[in-house]
């Protein structure tokens, strides 16, 4: 028997070769299968289709996939090892990561420099001309430590309990480290050194890059060890770049607000701005901020999965097959579906549309149930569940609640503000008016301003001070006041009020008493930081 075997990966018409019992979540997740709950059979986001040879059914493929899926050769990829040659169906996916073409202001110096931004799910690196501010090079990347879990808070599970924190730290830095030097060996006069790379990211990306313990992220007050500036040498990384750089991780903001906020400030310049704006951050968490060149307060909800599409039961990445926006037409919803291709699953985007949606065609009601309890059909094969609509209730509740609770205690009001910056991919490409129709950014459409990923700009922004100024910006952080939003009295009457979708009429409708003790339930309440 050959100790090898081979894998036909279809549509993508790809041959690989294969030790015999390689695990399949090893060798699919950059061919485009996604592990959402990194690898535990806890979802089945990893659903790949056998179209020949033999996959066994696991216990795990028994509990998520029914007998008909069963029968049609679905399994879940993160369970299933390859014993045999196998032709397996997967859908192709190519996700747009947002990079940066800004033009900014900064004092020239020589050499080049790497600009980071290490997201959950997508990293982007830049190599600069620090002479001419000119982008040279780009790379962009999902994350490898995707596999392990598509979430922050996967990922902490991963490390702590999984005992997995080294394996995500190699990973991290040999794929960053492989970016950058097709950086360096690509561009036009990459002879030149290299004097400075930074790195911004949330406070657990921080953390794994850094081989910083995770183990008090994972549990109450959820405090970081060490949030500052980390240096290190690029051979110390073991990457071999010209000039054997400093290596900078910008420092974090507290708990779970990290240097891609820092950054976002940076760009944005709402620390040096006369009157009050806010930041807000969607991705796999959300940070919010909300200040001036005075004072500014900082917080993190644990909302950002269900705005990417984890933990909603056919949600995904904006990718080929996803459906990123949905409308109302005599009645009904109609989809637009990335790639121009068959529908497979929703976006963050299209799970806004389409509940803002469901509430105009009275589908789903201000509670958030679905009417008649069944599930809505978007386009068929993708349908939205009760679940999936408590989920994006969830999540945007924290936001909203979150952002009530920091303009309070600022001493500010909503309609006070000069500005609202959307930072990150879903800020972006969201339909402002799905946004305020469920009540996640109640703001006039003219102070929101869609402001790119503000974490790559800051990061370049970074390259541009002298190594004596990096001392984790003083000026910047000083302003910051990082707010526990779990010890605030009011919070989580707050957070109840806000899971209401609003009511186009006037008047106030109370709360079901399922809706309240499921949004003061442990399990959501501990999540909120």
Known sequence: MSAFVHLELMPLGKVLRVKRGTPLQDVLFTHGVEFPCGGRGRCKGCKI???AGALPI???????LSGAELAEGWRLACRAQAES???IDLAQWEAAILTDDSVFAFTPREGLGIAIDLGTTTIVAQLIDLQTGHVLAVRTALNAQAKCGADIMSRVEAAVAG????TLLNLVRKQIGRLTQELVTTASGAAREVK???????????HLFCGISLEPLSRYPFEPVSPGLQVFEAAQLGWELPGNPAVRFLPCLGSFVGSDILAGLLATKLHESDEVAVLIDLGTNGEIVVGNRERMLCASTAAGPAFEGARISMGMRAATGAISEVRARDGQFECHVLGNAAPRGICGSGLVDAVAVGLELGRISPMGRLANGAPLTLKAPVTLNQWDVRELQLAKGAIAAGLRILLEQWGVAKDELAQVFLAGAFGNYINYTSARRIGLLDFPADKVRPSGNTALL???LALFSLPEHDGAYPQTLAKVKHVSLNEDARFQEIFVEEMVFPIPVSGRMPLPPGLKSEARSPKHRSTFR
């Open 85 to 87: 040659d196998l032709k």
């Open 58 to 64: 696991t216990e795990e493929d028994k509990q998520k």
């Open 458 to 460: 800051g990061a370049k």
């Open 196 to 206: 400075s790379v930074v790195l911004v990211g949330n406070t657990v990306m921080h």
């Open 49 to 51: 289709k056998v179209l």
């Open 163 to 166: 005992g997995g924190q080294r």
